[in-house]
């Protein structure tokens, strides 16, 4: 720090012009420096008040975590109910008919050697659209799908959108288990979930679960985040038939605060790569260690699947419809060459060119110029059908085309 003469101006202030005044300006300039010290205390001293609730809520909750309270008496028990399941039973359903006749639209179909992808949206009349998907898994079994899909230790590992996860509370008598997890977006703020969930078993090995969006005392709002208000997720995971292979059918709906054009173009372009990743993950998972805690959590909690609703489940999956989301996608691959580790192929000046072209449509969509992020992302369409009506007279050109004909 220089001195306190240089930050004074020097001995030039303290020489009197006339009688006395050498004096009032030192006194003035120590005026100045007390006013700008108490300034500084008092932000200080408001600071320390607005750090203290966070840190007082993170300890209640880091100490829930490590011992989560539960019981039947708790008022969680009614937060996913039976009636919740029959619905989402007649939801996924649709899974195993013909979505498309059903008024959903395909987004995007993609497979490989080990595990193949589709996905169709549902458009609400106000907000975002609702998503169903089939993954189909080669040389998985059910349990091990499950496992992965619940454990959240495991997910921050694998998942650079999850940063934080910790486990709230838990009721053994419903078998509700209630969580908070955090997720990092590019240009975002911080999305906060407070979920709760419960798992089912069927007879035949198949699993489903169910999660909502919750409030819990241990996790107040806090201004750094922003809370997700809606999210209605449910999945069912079962055993293809005939095949060394599982298959999860998922039904999400979120509502994130997220521009709708923005998620819907980040999910159209985004969401291979990551089927590709978690794909990793789960190869990788047997070789992982020990069971987590949400693992026990899980196996003490899950409750058999009920009774009453294992007859209408097996009539929709017994029907000769399921066989489009038993084979969703066939490989697209005649080379043998995943598509997932064509990702990391080198960029050319027209792949720079569309990504540059494709991140500037984001980020008007996410500053609310809806036209233009529009008119944006169209460009960025219409170059890339151009360009594979342009390659449709090679072999190689033709297979892409196939590819893109499911987008």
Not at 199 to 228: G, M, T
Not at 267 to 278: A, N, R
Request: proline content about 5%.
């Amino acid at each position: 720090m220089p001195p306190l003469e240089t930050l004074l101006g020097a001995t030039e202030l303290w020489r009197p012009t006339a009688r006395g005044g050498g004096w009032f300006t030192a006194a003035a300039l120590l005026l100045l420096l007390l006013s700008h010290l108490a300034v500084l205390l008092v932000r200080r001293y408001r600071r320390g008040r607005l750090i203290q609730p966070e840190s007082a809520a993170a300890t209640p909750a880091s100490s829930a975590a490590a011992s989560p309270f539960s019981g039947s008496s708790t008022g969680i028990e009614g937060l996913v109910t039976e009636d919740d399941l029959r619905q989402l039973v007649s939801s996924l359903g649709v899974g195993a008919r013909e979505p498309e006749l059903e008024g959903w639209e395909p987004v995007i179909a993609m497979g490989n050697d080990t595990v193949s992808y589709k996905a169709w949206c549902d458009k609400t009349k106000d907000g975002p659209p609702k998503y169903l998907s089939v993954t189909t898994y080669e040389g998985c079994s059910t349990e091990l799908l499950r496992d992965f899909y619940m454990d959240n230790e495991y997910r921050l590992e694998w998942d650079n959108t999850v940063t934080k996860h910790e486990q709230l509370q838990y009721d053994e008598n419903s078998g509700i288990e209630i969580g908070r997890t955090l997720k990092k977006f590019p240009i975002l703020t911080p999305r906060e979930y407070i979920l709760a969930w419960r798992v089912w078993e069927s007879n035949d090995n198949s699993f489903y679960c169910l999660v909502k969006e919750c409030e819990h005392s241990l996790a107040p709002i806090q201004r750094k985040f922003v809370r997700v208000r809606l999210l209605r997720s449910g999945w069912c995971i079962r055993k293809v038939p005939g095949r060394d292979a599982c298959q999860i059918t998922v039904l999400h709906h979120e509502d994130n605060g997220m521009n709708i054009e923005m998620a819907k173009l980040a999910f159209s372009k985004g969401i291979w790569k990551y089927i590709c990743k978690m794909n990793n993950a789960l190869r990788r998972y047997p070789q992982h260690h020990g069971p987590s805690i949400s693992i026990l959590t899980m196996k003490r909690l899950i409750k058999k699947f009920p009774q009453a609703l294992q007859t209408n489940v097996d009539e929709s999956h017994q029907s000769p419809a399921n066989t489009a989301a038993a084979a969703v996608v066939p490989s697209t691959n005649s080379s043998g060459t995943s598509p997932c580790k064509q990702l990391g192929k080198k960029p050319t000046r027209e792949t720079i060119a569309s990504g540059l072209l494709l991140i500037g449509s984001i980020v008007c969509l996410s500053k609310g110029r809806s036209n233009l992020g529009a008119q944006l992302a169209m460009a960025f369409f219409l170059k890339k059908t151009f360009k594979k009506d342009k390659e449709a007279g090679s072999p190689r050109g033709r297979a892409d085309a196939t590819v893109s004909t499911h987008l």
